[in-house]
């Protein structure tokens, strides 16, 4: 028997050996093909020739011009304009500052305060080019502890930048639209494919009385676009992770939106005799359990493209966990899920943003209840959502529905054809070093209201965003660097010589 045990012990080590040395080559193999297939990672991005400049109006003469458009408080809600002289004022304004536009463009005024302008092409039968923005802004607050430094509606130009509400979001674009084709005009430049440029009025309270009816107004006179830009993603420095450049992204897509009305229905009484659960409480538990468990991240769809244009671009690390989702990918997305900003890119989000319960401190209100916030993922429904959420809370005392009008996510336009390649070649002439890739805009545009008229639906401004600037959208001291204005234009004027010529 003593020799038995001798004799299986250096056979059990003899397996276990073998066992390493398997699982070892198992694993030298592995890594040899996430390296093999990182290294085999190329760029995306095209070759751009070296771009004869472009004169355009001193930097001061365009600040100058923004900082006007600025001035004007064309604040939008949704029972309407909150002062429609300003809407006006601001057209004349428009009219002023851009002549030779007025003179040779067709205007018209689209649902009271939208405007419409027409510039026909040498060939009517060629599918048009649409440029959008919108001549609408949120409210400006400001309260002691955060006021703002210049006058949100005073049009400052101060320390390198133009501030106002507006500045970024997105008189900018009207502005830059506006201050190309002027350009244009002066150089003789004809088209040989109709331009419109849409400016709506109430984009921050869903565009259905201005661009909307700009929309319909163009499908009822035949309107087809080869090509639909409106505001969107825009180039940003120091946003993403793992890429040292300025990244300029696209957007192809934008999430859909709807409310969901929560309610906790107990029974009420007196505060002085609380039950276990009450109304409160039992709502505050089901919104706890809504934000722990939030819809399961996917990274595919928008997220997964963009992701293949950024990979060839970041380090050999994060290049080898780009090139090979097929394994890593789990760790990739928990990664982007953990932060908010590309966390929203892989689900459809659930906020909280207002609660109503109870009329005195002293009564056990019956009844608390939550409005959320959805936005929609393209391919996520609001019914999926209210799924997801009854599974959550599982709770036979809180009642979810929607509310309001739902808006389903957009349609994702093409990436893998010669409009969005074009597209990229006009981002990387004035902005050479940007890695440029497709995006999904996670907020609310115009540009749904227009897939109607094109495939190529695109959200994009040709302005820089760091990360001290995401606050001051919709937030205190809106502003853009002055020195920013110059390239803005320039895409424009470069953007309508490519697709129009």
Do not use: C
Request: hydrophobic residues 50%.
């Amino acid at each position: 028997m003593g020799d038995s045990g001798e004799t299986s012990r250096p056979r059990w080590r003899r397996y276990l050996l073998r066992g390493l040395l398997a699982l070892a080559l198992v694993v030298a193999v592995l890594a040899v093909i996430l390296v093999v297939r990182a290294s085999r990672l190329s760029s995306r991005q095209p070759e751009v020739p070296s771009a004869a400049p472009i004169s355009l109006r001193a930097d001061a003469e365009l600040a100058a011009h923004l900082a006007g458009a600025l001035r004007f408080a064309t604040v939008s809600s949704t029972s309407g304009p909150v002062e429609p002289r300003a809407f006006a004022d601001l057209h004349a304004y428009l009219r002023d500052t851009f002549p030779r536009v007025h003179q040779a463009l067709r205007r018209e005024v689209i649902g009271g305060h939208s405007l419409l302008y027409t510039w026909p092409g040498r060939d009517p039968a060629l599918p048009a080019i649409v440029l959008m923005a919108h001549l609408d802004v949120v409210p400006a607050e400001s309260t002691a502890a955060a006021p703002w430094t210049h006058p949100p509606f005073g049009g400052a130009i101060a320390d390198g930048f133009v501030w106002g509400r507006g500045a970024l979001d997105d008189k900018i674009a009207a502005a830059a639209e506006l201050e190309a084709i002027e350009h244009l005009l002066g150089a003789g430049f004809q088209p040989g494919r109709t331009i419109f440029l849409a400016f709506g009025h109430d984009e921050e309270v869903g565009g259905r009385e201005g661009a909307a009816r700009i929309a319909a107004t163009l499908a009822e006179r035949g309107v087809r676009a080869d090509l639909v830009l409106d505001e969107g993603l825009a180039v940003t420095q120091g946003i993403l992770d793992g890429i040292d450049r300025p990244v300029a992204l696209i957007g192809v897509a934008e999430k859909g939106f709807a409310d969901l009305v929560v309610t906790a229905q107990v029974t009420g009484g007196h505060s002085s005799m609380p039950p276990p659960a009450t109304a409160v409480g039992t709502l505050a538990r089901a919104l706890a359990a809504i934000e722990r468990e939030p819809m399961p991240p996917h990274l595919d769809g928008v997220a997964r493209e963009m992701l293949g244009y950024l990979a060839p671009e970041m380090g050999f690390g994060r290049r080898v966990a780009m090139a090979n989702l097929w394994l890593l990918g789990p760790f990739v997305e928990r990664a982007l899920a953990a932060k908010p900003s590309s966390g929203a890119l892989l689900h459809s989000t659930i906020a909280p943003t207002m609660l109503a319960a109870g009329e005195r401190s002293n009564v056990l209100p019956a009844q608390a209840r939550a409005t959320l916030n959805v936005r929609l993922l393209p391919g996520d429904t609001v019914d999926d959502v209210i799924a997801h959420v009854r599974g959550v809370v599982d709770d036979p005392r809180i009642a979810i529905r929607a509310e309001g009008e739902a808006v389903a996510a957009s349609r994702i336009s093409p990436i893998d054809d010669a409009t969005f390649h074009d597209l990229m070649i006009t981002v990387r002439e004035i902005e050479p070093r940007a890695v440029v890739a497709p995006g999904l805009v996670v907020g609310g545009t115009d540009a749904k209201h227009y897939e109607a008229l094109s495939d190529h639906v695109y959200r994009f401004n040709p302005m820089r965003i760091g990360p001290a600037d995401l606050p001051r959208l919709h937030g205190v001291d809106e502003r853009i660097a002055v020195a920013d204005l110059h390239g803005a234009v320039e895409f424009y004027v470069r953007l309508l010589m490519r697709f129009a010529r």
